[in-house]
């Protein structure tokens, strides 16, 4: 079950979503949390069934049910916020910059896990929903906070290859219904 999973479920065609799949999961810069955070927030932002199950299942043997929780909070609050400043940044009106966004955001000031662990999370988030506001901010928070550039560069590859399995497992989901 698991990573191994989702790595079985994909055609011939996606073996290199499944061999990074192994390699982002083995090969990670990152702690345990910060990688298993990620991949469950990338699996909630991607919303693939299969996928979010198959993580979160195998990520519950190697990370905290809090870690869970904030990583799931991760995905939930970036879903707003990347809508929200992806829209304000592309209408490209600097009159908007200026109005306060007036959405609940308190899960970012106490996520319930480290800081960095959830700031990464959002970034990778981020990557998945396509919000550069937001990447550039998290990256800003996360490099201030003394993670390294290889622990971004590790939560973006975790977001693509998290993302890629998804869309593949759907495409060929619609494709056999």
């Not at 975790?158 to 497992?169: D, G, I, K, R, S």
């Amino acid at each position: 079950m698991g990573i191994d999973t989702i790595k079985e479920s994909l055609p011939a065609y996606a073996k290199d979503t499944r061999l990074n799949l192994g390699s982002v999961t083995t090969t990670s810069s990152l702690t345990p949390q910060r990688l298993w955070g990620a991949l469950v927030a990338t699996a909630v932002a991607a919303r693939n069934a299969v996928v979010l199950r198959e993580v979160v299942e195998e990520a519950a043997k190697n990370v905290s049910p809090e870690a869970i929780e904030a990583a799931k909070a991760a995905a939930s609050i970036m879903a707003m916020n990347n809508i929200y400043y992806r829209g304000k940044h592309l209408i490209g009106d600097e009159a908007y910059q200026s109005l306060p966004a007036r959405l609940r955001m308190q899960v970012i000031g106490n996520p319930g896990v480290d800081k960095v662990d959830f700031e990464l999370w959002c970034l990778a988030v981020s990557a998945v929903t396509g919000c550069g506001v937001c990447l550039e901010s998290h990256e800003k928070a996360l490099v201030k906070a003394g993670a390294s550039r290889e622990h971004v560069h590790d939560a973006l590859r975790v977001a693509a290859v998290v993302h890629a399995a998804a869309v593949t497992l759907d495409a060929e989901a619609a494709l056999a219904g």
